[in-house]
């Protein structure tokens, strides 16, 4: 027999759909939520406020409370421009202090088995921002997986025309790295991407 | 700068309050609720629900949405009480389909560092249900902790001369358990409680 109440059996099914959280965590998730009424409460009130509150700026697709965080700030970097994945890629790039023009947010990568081309990104809005003038550099820093690396393929392909330089993020060892633990496809990443040293 | 609107900043910490649930996979849930509308707007509802519908069984304190799953069904046996320390470990113990008696939710274990007693617990609650007479075995299903052990022997202390029988669950090598995998206090235990053989 079931011992969970239906609003429990709900409350787990709904915690397992998010991605990492197994059957059981989904039970130690349910069980603390259930103690402690306060966080479920507060939990679920962010929920329906980021979703009411925040939105995407229709400039560069970032997630935006009002205004944009990068696009509204005058002390940015107008002539580079860095196209990433998803606004999460933006916030890790960002985390760095490395760069300070501005972003762009495909929304996904170009995936044709599951029926996603250009016009399921913001891939139009992109040449239309290089194309209004201004841009010198477009940084790709789409993820190094077969989409990722065919969505950067294509906007080059689909930039060059417009006069504007493309510049692909760098792959290789990460911080810290030991060559005998490193994957394969990063160590041949590495090696093509050599540089002289003096 | 943190690219992050103060709502989605919110529901991340939110997010990370929860058991198992570290500063990336917030950022992936946080991700996967911001695209995703009707599955965080569920997650959501499902969260008030729960706590606006589901309460503590006054008897036995499994959770319960109006009637008591166990206490409100004639089918169960009255006289074994199975003690455990939170209604979850109540739903893997009838998950079995070994015991057919009633539960009791301690909702907690002893733990006097922490200001613990046994009026912070559903302790009296037990007493009485001994004292009302029908029960004939308490059976201790507190976790193999320090907390749970100390729990068990505090109840079978005070349950002893109210001439009910007690006895805890066993502990042992699991099913399918290696000797050399398994860890020193199980194995220990595994041998104390061995058992004769013909």
Not at 11 to 28: D, F, T, Y
Not at 65 to 75: H, K
Not at 149 to 163: D, I, M, N, S, W
């Amino acid at each position: 027999m079931d011992l969970r109440p239906p609003s429990v059996r709900a409350l787990m099914e709904e915690l397992q759909k998010l991605p990492g959280v197994g059957p059981r965590s989904a039970v130690r998730m349910a069980q603390y939520l259930l103690k402690e009424r306060e966080e479920a409460l507060r939990l679920s009130q962010t929920l329906v406020q980021a979703h009411e509150r925040v939105g995407f700026c229709s400039t560069c697709f970032l997630l935006a409370e009002g205004s944009c965080p990068v696009c509204d700030d005058p002390g940015r970097d107008r002539t580079v421009i860095c196209v990433v994945e998803e606004p999460v890629n933006a916030w890790a790039i960002e985390a760095t202090g490395e760069f300070k023009g501005l972003y762009h947010v495909l929304l996904g990568t170009l995936d044709p088995l599951r029926g996603i081309g250009p016009e399921e990104l913001t891939v139009a809005k992109l040449v239309d921002r290089v194309a209004a003038g201004g841009v010198q550099e477009v940084i790709l820093a789409t993820n190094l997986t077969v989409e990722g690396e065919a969505t950067a393929h294509f906007l080059v392909q689909l930039l060059r025309p417009k006069g504007v330089k493309t510049s692909r993020i760098a792959f290789g060892l990460p911080a810290g790295g030991e060559i005998s633990y490193a994957d394969t496809v990063t160590l041949a990443r590495a090696l093509v991407a050599r540089r002289g040293m003096e």
